[in-house]
């Protein structure tokens, strides 16, 4: 896992109201089996997880609340190039 956020972009993340999300996880152990099993379940036509109790999908209510990340703002797009 990577360190905190350099300083010189903290004022930023501060400003976005986007602090917190830079440092959740850091005190969270990942259960590497459990991401590994979400991994080959998940489908990425539907955008779900195929369980056996049925079809289950992350909302973004749910992010929201387990990551406690303010949703009452104004959308901030942008479009990303990946390196891939």
């Known amino acids: 896992m990577s360190g905190p956020p350099l300083p010189l972009i903290e004022n930023y993340l501060r400003e976005a109201s986007f602090w917190h ?12 089996k459990l991401i ?20 289950c999908t992350i909302t973004l209510e749910d992010v929201q609340l387990q990551l406690g990340l303010p949703v009452d703002r104004s959308v901030l797009t942008r479009s990303a190039q990946s390196a891939d």
């Open 21 to 32: 999300v830079a440092n959740i996880g850091r005190r969270c152990k990942l259960d590497l």
């Open 36 to 55: 590994s099993a979400f991994i080959k379940r998940w489908r990425p036509k539907t955008h779900t997880f195929h369980l056996l109790c049925g079809e």
